[in-house]
């Protein structure tokens, strides 16, 4: 039996519960995320309660997010079990970690945060002692493609003429050693604190971890203390960021590896918020930009950053930083 409520389940869901032994679930929707995903909730008559993904083609592949979970799974790590899937269709049903994220349990119990993090980041020492998955590298053409959504979306946003050949340029340069480091781990790209959820046991279970690239272990750092949806405070992630490093026996490198990244991934998101509001209508995104500037300006004040700062300064006055897009811009 399907509910209909707020959104409409995917065709052939029915068909699909029933041949997994969940036909008589009751499937009402759960709250998505910034891409054409949907996620509802299957529960049984029994109790039992699982997640379903819809990722419909050709939009989304399911794939690479089934492949990573097992993959995880096999390492020993805390991601839901993969209970069946049609990928021809684009549904998955999945392992119900709750509703608990760590963003919403530290909002009410704020103290709990050194604790907290430094399990998310036990998780990521040990992520960077596996092999890493079979999935593609994070490359210079992937970062520059990346940092590229600042100056495509942002910039006209904003109404601004810049220089965007001299700002990858320097990207290219300053990337140079984040490509050239190893070893390489996996990247789960999205590791932050809507994406880490609390379970009952205590453990931390990972969540949309389907755009993973082998890349630098300092993403996922930066991705968790560097949060886009939470502030971190500056003190909390110092010392967190000194923990992983203790942990992990990185390099003197790592410092500054971290605020290149911090830098280069700021400055994504922030095109990505701003394209989320211009071509999707997602305004929310919006209420983020303020935080990202914060955080990329800090990333910027690490000496080894006095280049790309530089461009920043002459390219996007202050006052601009600090002023929301405007509604009539769209037009």
């Known amino acids: 039996m399907i509910e209909t409520n707020i959104m409409q389940p995917p065709a052939g ?59 995880l799974k096999q390492q020993g790590f805390r991601a839901p079990d993969i209970m069946g899937s049609d990928i021809e269709r684009g549904i998955v049903l999945l392992e119900d970690f709750g509703d608990l994220q760590m963003r919403m349990h530290l909002n009410i119990f704020p103290e709990a945060a050194p604790a907290i993090y430094r399990q998310a980041i036990d998780l990521l020492v040990r992520l960077s002692g596996k092999p890493a998955a079979a999935v593609p590298p994070y490359d210079m053409a992937a970062y520059l493609r990346e940092t590229q959504l600042f100056t495509d979306w942002y910039a006209p946003a904003m109404g601004l003429q810049i220089d965007a050949a001299a700002f990858q340029d320097l990207w290219r340069a300053a990337l140079a050693s984040i490509v050239a480091y190893g070893p390489k781990v996996t990247v789960l ?26 890349g630098h272990p300092a993403y996922d750092l930066v991705s968790l203390l560097q949060d886009a949806r939470r502030d971190v405070d500056p003190s909390l992630e110092q010392e967190m960021l000194a923990y992983y490093q203790a942990e992990a026996g990185v390099g003197d490198d790592f410092g500054l590896h971290y605020a290149l990244l911090g830098a280069q991934r700021n400055s994504k998101i922030i095109g990505i918020f701003t394209r989320l509001w211009r071509r999707d209508g997602k305004s929310r995104y919006l209420d983020f930009l303020p935080r990202m500037w914060g955080l990329l300006e800090r990333d910027l004040a690490h000496p080894g950053l006095a280049e790309i700062k530089h461009w920043f300064d002459l390219n996007i006055p202050p006052q601009i930083r600090s002023a929301r897009p405007s509604e009539a811009a769209q037009a």
Do not use: C
């Open 13 to 71: 869901l029915d068909e699909f519960l029933h041949r997994l032994g969940w036909g008589n679930a009751v499937v009402t929707p759960v709250a998505g995320d910034a891409s054409f995903r949907r996620y509802f909730r299957a529960n049984r008559g029994d109790g039992a309660r699982a997640i379903i993904m819809d990722a419909p083609p050709p939009h989304e592949d399911p794939k690479p997010f089934v492949n990573l979970a097992i993959h």
């Open 189 to 214: 790209r999205d590791y932050h604190s809507e994406n880490i959820m609390l379970l009952a046991d205590g453990g931390q279970g990972i969540i949309d971890f389907q755009d993973a690239l082998i």
